[in-house]
């Protein structure tokens, strides 16, 4: 993968991976129903949401506030959790497994419209444009004043792309 934090810090945009842009091993990840968490949160700030609301232990202590997350993922069991409990909306998870050329992604959701179940949603890429149609699996209500999590099936090829959805 390549590294151009330059093209993350000038821009606000995650554009490609960059160092501290976690991504699960492969081959596990290929076979672990329920996905793993997929954090792209590579920028030293004084936060750790991901870590305090993990119930699994999978996202590592941090030694200073300001340190990016890492993760174990052994211990993550795909849950969401975090998803709707970042502040930056920098935690996704992303299931390999549900086949036919599908992949699932738990996304975090702040706009209006809510989709419904079953809803066709246009899916953006990280800089806003449409790269595929995603259907609606599940809308998690968050607890108090956290996110709404969106699960929605995608093309398993996009995604390493697909980070938002837009509601018509
Ligand atoms: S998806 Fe669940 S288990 Fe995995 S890091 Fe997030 S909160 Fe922890
Ligand atoms: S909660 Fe979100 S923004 Fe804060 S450190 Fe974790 S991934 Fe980054």
Redesign the pocket.
């Known amino acids: 993968m390549s590294c151009d934090k330059d093209k993350l810090f000038n821009s606000g945009v995650l554009v490609e991976h960059v160092e501290g842009a976690l991504l699960p091993p492969q081959e596990k990840w290929e076979a672990k129903k329920g996905g793993y968490?997929v954090i792209e949160c590579p920028k030293r700030i004084p936060c750790n949401p991901c870590h305090t609301?993990?119930?699994?232990g999978?996202?590592l202590p941090f030694e200073d506030i300001n340190d990016t997350p890492k993760?174990d993922y052994d211990k993550?069991?795909?849950?969401?959790?975090?998803v709707s409990r970042c502040p930056g909306l920098a935690?996704f998870?992303i299931d390999l497994t549900v086949g036919k050329g599908q992949a699932l992604i738990k996304l975090p959701y702040e706009m209006l419209p809510l989709p419904s179940k079953g809803q066709k949603v246009k899916c953006l890429n990280r800089v806003g444009e449409e790269v595929a149609e995603g259907e609606i699996t599940s809308v998690t209500e968050p607890s108090k004043d956290k996110t709404y999590v969106l699960s929605v099936l995608i093309p398993k090829d996009k995604a390493d792309d697909i980070r938002a959805v837009k509601v018509q």
């Open positions: 968490v609301s993990c119930p699994a999978a996202v993760i993550c069991t795909g849950c969401g959790i975090c935690c998870v």
